[in-house]
């Protein structure tokens, strides 16, 4: 049993799932990591039943604040079904498609992240209550999704912090095959599951390519830290006269180079350049380059509060760069990742970089995380990824 300080139940009291070490006053009796723990306030109230994370600094996280619900493989069954309901009302259940199928906190399930690519699910424990329910939550993912494999990819340093191991494999079913193909607003994509960046594909981005494709018809586009081309892909299918991807990545854009294929866009239409993004936005800069629309979705930039400032800047710094290649009358599509970059920041971050690149111009989107990413009410930190569009003037 874990007994808050006084005065620490605030935030539980507004469902919100997190307990830090420094909230807690006491630990009665023996728990072994991932056990299920009775969460009580400082006059042993219940409050909360809760995954214990011993080896975090978030030393549990809450699965009920319902004292009658026991944790069990029937509770993952009911979360998981609702988390499968969502995505059906969503229209994001075509059997060709993918989707996140289950998104940690978004969906009540703390720690847990599920990717559906096709008939083929890929699964990331990332804390230890999930972990301890592993055989149940792959169960209950069989049985409400009937899917032909599930496969690990929980090889992700974020394990360390609960004291996990990394780890990845076939779980259930048949191995996916490399790569997994799926079609995503009429484009098709492949992925490779087993080594490709988190899952294997950023559905995160899925509106977002879609909002670049409207943008794109007849446009000259440059598409920074491609990944395997997604925003390139959308951009072609859409009409866009030429697209020029750049990533450090060489099997990144190996698949970027499958993708155009499969999508039967001719090559000459799209150069996929590998390299630093930094150091490829100033060569195109002093070649003398323009493009009509100018994408920029780099990796997180902020991984803690420390690293804020120098953050910023390197999100100032490429958007500037992007900025000074536009055209007259050119649009920039720039994201953060970072849950710590508040839109508002990141709206004033972008304001200063065309103030420096000497630009005037309107934003015209604003972007976030597609919708089946979505953030619980109660805890806010589970929104994280921004966009801007901005069209500069004639
Ligand atoms: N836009 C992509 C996702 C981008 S993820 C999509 O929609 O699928 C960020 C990408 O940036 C990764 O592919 C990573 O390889 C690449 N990357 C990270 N740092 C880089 C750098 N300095 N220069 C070029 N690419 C970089």
Known sequence: MLVLAPGRE?????????????????VEGEAAPGDNVTVVDSKHRFLARAAWSPASQLSARVWTFDSEETIDADFFRRRIEAAVEYRKFLKLDAPEGGCRLVHSEGDALPGL???????????????????????????????????????ERSDTSIRAKEGLEERKGLLAGTEPP????????????????????????YFDQRDSRAAVAALSAGKRVLNAFSYTGGFGVAALLAGAEHVVNIDSSAPALKLARHNLEMNRIAPTRCENLEGDVFTELRRLTEAGEKFDLIILDPPKFIESRNALVKGCRAYQDIARLGFGLLVPG????????????????????????ALEAGVSGRFIRHL?????????????????????ATRIDL
């Open 10 to 26: 605030k935030s539980l009291l507004r469902r919100h799932v997190w307990i830090f070490s420094g909230a807690i006053a006491d």
């Open 113 to 151: 992240v599920v990717d559906r690519y096709g008939e083929y699910l890929v699964v990331q424990f990332l804390s230890a209550g999930v972990e301890r329910f592993r055989a149940e939550i792959v169960a209950a993912l069989q049985e409400v999704t009937g899917a032909k494999g599930i496969y």
């Open 178 to 201: 490399n790569p997994v193909v799926i079609v995503e607003n009429g484009a098709k994509y492949a992925v490779d599951v087993r080594h490709g960046q988190k899952s294997g594909f």
């Open 330 to 353: 050119g649009v920039l599509v720039n994201f953060s990742c970072s849950g710590l970059m508040t839109p508002e920041l990141f709206q004033k971050i972008t304001a200063d970089a």
């Open 368 to 388: 976030e995380q597609s919708p089946d990413h979505p953030t619980s009410p109660a805890v806010p930190e589970g929104f994280y990824l921004k966009g801007l």
